[in-house]
């Protein structure tokens, strides 16, 4: 079983960045894809981005060119970097495992997830 654990959100001004993490526990975590999601207030889950257990990575057209994920295998942490903030990222941000396959876009797709972390971002 993996346990994960979301760190770093907080209230952020429009046009700033953060950086999340995901540490990952109990699991290969070598073998694992670690996808990011997020949700916001009334609204469904949505993708935002995924790390491949062989080091790619794949972007939700929304946020891609304003957001980097990175991988740390040696402390099995993911990390999700957000540049250029907009209100409207404002969210529980979620990061979820699965083993490696060919699906990864949907909650579905993801065995193990993590509490979240809120992310405010003020205009």
């Known amino acids: 079983q993996v346990q994960l654990v979301e760190s770093g959100g907080r209230l952020v001004q429009a046009g700033g960045s953060l950086r999340l993490s995901c540490a990952a526990s109990?699991?290969?975590?070598?073998?694992?894809?670690i996808g990011w999601f997020r949700q916001a207030q009334g609204k469904e889950r949505e993708f935002v981005g995924v790390?491949?257990?062989?080091?790619?990575?794949y972007y939700a057209d929304a946020v891609k060119g304003r957001i980097t994920i990175s991988r740390d295998n040696a402390g099995n942490t993911v990390f999700l970097q957000m540049n250029n903030l907009k209100p409207e990222d404002t969210a529980v941000y979620y990061c979820?495992?699965?083993?490696?396959?060919?699906?990864?876009?949907?909650?579905?797709?993801?065995?193990?997830w993590g509490q979240g972390t809120q992310v405010t971002v003020s205009s």
């Open positions: 790390s491949f257990n062989f080091g790619g990575t």
């Open positions: 979820a495992s699965r083993t490696r396959g060919s699906l990864f876009l949907r909650e579905s797709d993801y065995n193990y």
């Open positions: 109990g699991g290969t975590f070598s073998s694992l894809y």
